[in-house]
């Protein structure tokens, strides 16, 4: 096999899951509507592009900071035209950051005070409190075209500026963009590129009846043979975790009446325990069929990833004497804990869709009888998820290099605005000490300094989130994404994979390679 297809010429591309668990967007290719929020959008240009855990510039050409953090300047390039021919100005840079910063279903922008062009390339944004990681929300949206924007339609058929253009969208199965000739940066090799929409078992098919150059492929895949295709792992910083709620459950409800707290994992020990006790890499080697890393804080690899929080684990003895000192007995003889009449036992929920979080939480179970600990794993939807959060340990996936994630898991306000604001501290996580960490490197706009706390709310050598403080969740895994490649396809580098894949952020890297036919 050359490549996927005898009517296929050597510079057009058809990928399944290249937008991994993202999927097909259901509000189409709208950055304003949520379109590819911190990943390579490919039709729209971003002020910054990610690549690994740092920035470079894409419109950017540079930008200062006032010294209260509150004003943001971000000069950009001069050259830059949407595929409509229409230059793209500061103008257009405004118009996105206050349109989606207006919406409710895009990107928290709720520190946005206002943004404004100072001239063509000059954009200037202002914040109702200063923000670190602002520059990460400048990374993070895809610049549309003022003139050639609607709400409802723009999803549909989008104009960019980016490496290509959108051609057309058939819902359900496929989208198609072409090369921009006219973009601004390096040229992609790949003059078009198809990206199918299939379930996981119908991409791996595809795969091996050659209908594909690349496909995502479930970890339990990951030993398979495709003919003519070779199998690689990513490596991500996509994290997978438990959380825990922190409150017991005293009849507190949320504003949309949802139960807030849990009499078990409200226990300390309960947390601790389950921390120290579950093996990790057996996890890794079970469920994720290898394909993972050990994860301790949900930010190990990242530059504000605390060392000294990690910790030892599988080390069932320690948390069962943790436990004993905790009140916790077996009085009846039936494997499960007890204290004060309130048996060890909690449901823990997984989103039904998702085969790895399920072998996750199933394994997770099982561990967690060695313990004396009763785990019921049930697999949910998002909408039921979202109602019972508040009260019931979810698997959860998180993976950014923008540390906002933390500030928004762990400060006890329960801040932002926007789709995913229901998640923010869910658990209703409340140490002052890790506030006022989380504060301080909010605020702080040296990134060293700004480090520093990030690690220090974790752990502080007193307290923190980990397990060597408070235990508020149970990290797991790193996981690694597993594709099958076509054997004439080089994709170069990619950088690490952040939650839900960015298999394209080396798009100009990728070209065809050896036996090449059309």
Request: glycine share 10%.
């Amino acid at each position: 096999m050359s490549f996927s297809s005898t009517s296929q010429t050597v510079d057009e591309l058809v990928t399944v899951g290249a937008f991994s668990h993202g999927g097909e967007p259901e509000a189409g290719f709208d950055p304003i509507n949520g379109w590819a929020e911190g990943t390579e959008p490919l039709i729209q240009s971003t002020l910054f592009k990610r690549h690994n855990t740092s920035l470079v510039n894409d419109l950017a050409t540079n930008y200062s900071v006032s010294s209260d953090g509150l004003t943001w300047t971000v000069k950009i390039r001069d050259d830059v035209k949407f595929t409509d021919g229409v230059p793209l100005t500061a103008k257009d840079v405004a118009f996105t950051f206050n349109k989606t910063a207006n919406g409710s279903s895009g990107m928290d922008l709720s520190m946005l005070e206002s943004v404004k062009p100072l001239d063509d390339t000059t954009i200037q944004f202002k914040l109702n409190d200063p923000q670190s990681t602002f520059i990460y929300k400048l990374a993070g949206l895809g610049i549309v075209p003022e003139h050639a924007y609607n709400n409802e339609t723009y999803g549909q058929k989008p104009i960019g500026s980016g490496p290509y253009k959108f051609v057309q969208w058939d819902k359900g199965q496929q989208v198609i963009f072409e090369r921009n000739d006219d973009y601004y940066g390096q040229k992609p090799y790949f003059r078009k590129i198809t990206c199918l929409f299939m379930t996981s078992d119908a991409a791996f098919a595809a795969a091996k009846s050659g209908q594909v150059d690349l496909a995502e492929i479930p970890v339990s895949l990951a030993n398979q043979t495709v003919n003519g295709m070779r199998t690689i792992s990513l490596d991500s910083i996509d994290a997978r975790g438990i959380s825990f709620p922190m409150q017991a459950d005293t009849g507190e409800k949320t504003a949309d009446n949802y139960t807030i707290g849990n009499n078990v994992t409200s226990d300390a020990t309960i947390r601790k325990a389950l921390n120290i006790g579950i093996d990790r890499q057996a996890l890794i080697n079970g469920a994720l069929n290898g394909q993972g890393t050990e994860e301790f804080t949900g930010v190990d690899r990242m530059p504000f990833g605390n060392k000294e929080a990690i910790f030892e684990d599988g080390n069932i003895d320690e948390a069962k004497k943790i436990l004993s000192s905790g009140g916790w007995k077996d009085t009846d003889g039936d494997g499960i804990l007890e204290k004060n009449g309130l048996k060890a036992e909690f449901t823990l929920t997984y989103p039904s869709s998702d085969q790895t979080r399920q072998a996750l939480a199933v394994s997770v179970s099982e561990e967690a009888k060695k313990l004396g600990i009763k785990i019921n794993v049930e697999g949910k939807s998002w909408d039921e998820i979202d109602t019972s959060a508040y009260s019931t340990p979810n698997v959860w996936g998180y993976g950014s290099i923008d540390p906002t994630d933390m500030y928004l898991r762990y400060y006890s306000v329960r801040s932002g605005s926007g789709e995913w604001s229901k998640y923010n501290n869910v658990i209703f996580y409340n140490n002052s000490a890790v506030d006022s960490n989380l504060r301080k490197a909010m605020t702080t706009l040296d990134q060293n300094t700004a480090n520093k706390y990030w690690k220090a709310s974790a752990w502080d050598g007193t307290t923190g989130y980990s397990e060597k403080g408070d235990a508020a969740w149970l990290w797991i895994a790193t996981l690694k994404y597993v594709y099958v490649v076509d054997e004439t396809l080089d994709i170069g580098t990619p950088g690490l994979q952040p939650h839900g894949a960015d298999i394209f952020n080396n798009i100009y890297e990728w070209k065809r390679i050896g036996n090449q036919t059309s």
